[in-house]
Nanobody, 128 residues
Framework: QVQLVESGGGLVQPGGSLRLSCAAS????????IGWFRQAPGKEREGVSC????????YYVDSVKGRFTISRDNAKNTVHLQMNSLKPEDTAVYYC?????????????????????WGQGTQVTVSS
């Protein structure tokens, strides 16, 4: 059974850090591009970051560049999102998702419709 499980969310003060993890079962993550998305209350879902399976290229939405880092741990079949210098506007439910499209690039990675499997989400709250 294909499953993605996110973890690592929580409550953190502005300026703090969290490390989200996306663990896969039933398939091997390194065959897929992996995206992180987020959705805040009353807002549309937003692509946050992606690591593709073509030379491991990474992409980020402008608002998180320089603060977030996406990485793979193939031995653990897991993808991480290291989030530093968190801001209140980063508050959202964060989801990981997989795509079998090997050519996801800077013009397509943020399109949720190109992803096949989604996790259940993990809440990130940045507040003092």
């Amino acid at each position: 059974q294909v499953q993605l499980v996110e973890s690592g969310g929580g409550l953190v003060q502005p300026g703090g850090s969290l490390r989200l993890s996306c663990a896969a079962s039933g398939f091997t993550l390194d065959h897929y591009a992996i995206g992180w998305f987020r959705q805040a209350p009353g807002k549309e879902r937003e692509g946050v970051s992606c690591i593709n399976n073509y030379f491991g290229a990474t992409y980020y939405v402008d608002s998180v560049k320089g603060r977030f880092t996406i990485s793979r741990d193939n031995a653990k079949n897991t993808v991480h999102l290291q989030m530093n210098s968190l801001k209140p506007e980063d508050t959202a439910v964060y989801y990981c998702a997989t795509s079998r499209i090997p050519t996801l690039d800077g013009s397509s990675w943020y399109r949720g419709g190109l992803y096949d499997y989604w996790g259940q989400g993990t809440q990130v709250t940045v507040s003092s």
